[in-house]
């Protein structure tokens, strides 16, 4: 029987497995996923314990128009209750749990107020119709901020939209491009970001999690502490055949001699690469990897396999930090709830626009965690900016112990007279992210390989550095339909993924988008 290699053990992977068995017909033990790490899941993370501290390295947030996404959720089955899917426990508990942020920027203090006005000059608009017009190829490797006035980076629209979606000025004006065209349906209400749907719990609970419990109820074979160093392929450049996978498992190197009708997938590039924790008294250490070695090795004279140091080679312009707290002492809720209007669950990312760091936070529905106790609560948050000295603590945030974070937080929301207790029953766990919006930075046409490369028999690139061009990148949606495009193409089955949601085609939409712009 034909086997299946799937690199990496992130969500493309898992898809793409269940995909094979769905809709190709095969058999899980004839499917492999061979991953580096100890756990599978890879951005979509979730972990640790009441004790030690939760951490959440990453947040993903899901919408109506992932409809691959939803796809795949709806043939899942519940951890909890096997009649139904992840899907209906997604719809249930988003009906129940309605987003309506009351906080969603935060200055001087208190809670700006009006934030349904974007904050436009006639420039700024004139600006956003050219760039949402004009075609990719006219951007090329220009900035966001070569497309607009400096005062466009003071917008509400700006703030919300930015730390929404995680861009920095001096990312890709492509793919802000894009995102305005992918989000236009969110357009009038990134105020209250009530267009965001939640996971019941973190993402690794509530979608790693019962995808991986049913693909191994179907044999799929899980390999982790597998690296796989290399790939060889057919010589020439008219076939793409993948031959031989060079693993580094168990100590020891392996080969896997591949055979016909065997087929390999590869997520290619990593957003989580190199991620390293600090804790609660201590600051981040820095460490290297080889994460993105696979992609530079196999890419090395093939320009159809992508450019990698495109996305990998400029760590000062990907990173961010993010931090977890662990809170068993419920007073900073509490404090945040009193400030907010929102009960946990209820509101959404609060931007501190006064912060040096642009940092945000978001507190979920408790708990937030399967193994949660009842008298312990979990949020979240980051900055986009870790190298800049904080506002409170005179220092970088990549250089701040958990609780120096939590001392700045404290001191934007004007709670310091509750520091001692806060600190005294809260933990902070930050994380360093050198690459996490590595997919953002500039690049040209070709630089992220096509998902099936032309002429491919056996191999296809999985991931946030392929191109799909009608959809965009930093997307669970993202990875699941490369995911879903390489199997359907491989096995060539004459069928494609849904196509990518086109809320322009919705005259209604339109209308309260240019509403909004007008505002």
Not at 258 to 279: C, E, H, K
Not at 304 to 319: I, K, L, Q, R, T
């Amino acid at each position: 029987m034909s086997k299946a290699y799937l690199i990496g053990g992130g969500i493309a992977s898992l898809t793409a497995a269940a995909h094979l068995i769905r809709d190709g017909g095969w058999r899980g033990e004839d499917i492999q996923i061979l991953e580096a790490g100890e756990i599978n899941g890879g951005a979509m993370d979730g972990s640790g314990n009441a004790q030690d501290g939760y951490v959440i390295r990453g947040g993903r947030m899901f919408n109506f128009s992932y409809l691959c996404t939803y796809e795949l959720l709806g043939f899942i089955p519940s951890l909890t209750d096997p009649a139904r899917t992840v899907l209906q426990e997604f719809q249930d508990f988003n009906e129940q749990n309605k987003t309506h942020a009351q906080a969603r920027l935060v200055r001087g203090g208190a809670i700006v107020p009006d934030v349904e006005r974007m904050g436009f000059s006639a420039r700024d608009r004139l600006d956003l119709i050219h760039i949402a017009g004009v075609d990719e190829s006219t951007l090329g490797r220009k900035r966001i901020d070569e497309c607009f006035q400096p005062e466009f980076f003071q917008t509400k629209f700006w703030l919300m939209w930015a730390t929404m979606f995680a861009f920095q000025p001096w990312h890709s004006a492509v793919e802000f491009k894009r995102y305005l065209h992918r989000f236009v349906h969110e357009f009038p209400r990134i105020h209250t970001l009530a267009g965001v749907d939640r996971s019941p719990y973190n993402q690794y609970d509530s979608v790693i999690l019962p995808i991986e419990t049913w693909l191994r109820g179907r044999g799929v074979q899980f390999r982790n502490q597998c690296t796989v160093l290399d790939i060889a392929f057919k010589p020439g450049r008219e076939e793409v055949t993948a031959q031989r996978l060079y693993l580094l498992e168990s100590g020891g190197p392996r080969t896997v001699e591949l055979q016909a009708g065997d087929l390999v997938f590869m997520t290619n590039g990593s957003m989580t690469a190199a991620a390293t924790l600090g804790s609660h008294t201590e600051a981040l250490s820095v460490a290297k990897t080889a994460e993105w070695l696979l992609w530079e090795k196999i890419a090395r004279n093939r320009r159809d396999f992508g450019n990698p140091s495109a996305f990998c080679d400029h760590v000062d312009e990907s990173f961010w930090e993010s931090f977890t707290v662990t809170c068993r002492d419920p007073l900073l809720l509490r404090l945040i709830e009193e400030f907010s209007g929102n009960t946990p669950g209820t509101g959404a990312l609060v931007t501190l626009c006064d912060s040096n760091w642009l940092m945000s936070f978001v507190i979920a529905k408790q708990p937030h965690f399967r193994n949660q106790p009842e008298d312990v609560q979990v949020f979240w948050g980051y900055g986009l900016f870790p190298n800049r000295p904080g506002n409170f603590v005179a220092k970088p945030m990549g250089e701040c112990s958990g609780a120096e974070i939590l001392q700045e937080l404290l001191g934007h929301l004007r709670l310091r007279e509750h520091e001692a207790q806060v600190l005294a029953g809260c933990s902070c766990v930050p994380v360093k992210l050198p690459y996490i919006t590595s997919q953002f930075l500039l690049r040209e046409a070709g630089d992220r390989p096509a998902v099936v490369p032309a002429g491919s028999t056996n191999f296809a690139f999985i991931s946030q550095f392929c191109e799909l061009p009608e959809d965009v990148v930093f997307t669970v949606e993202y990875s699941v339909r490369a995911a879903q495009t390489a199997v359907y193409q491989l096995l060539k089955l004459g069928k494609t993924p849904p196509p990518v949601y086109n809320g322009q085609s919705r005259p209604q939409v339109l209308i309260d988008a240019i509403r909004t712009l007008l505002t």
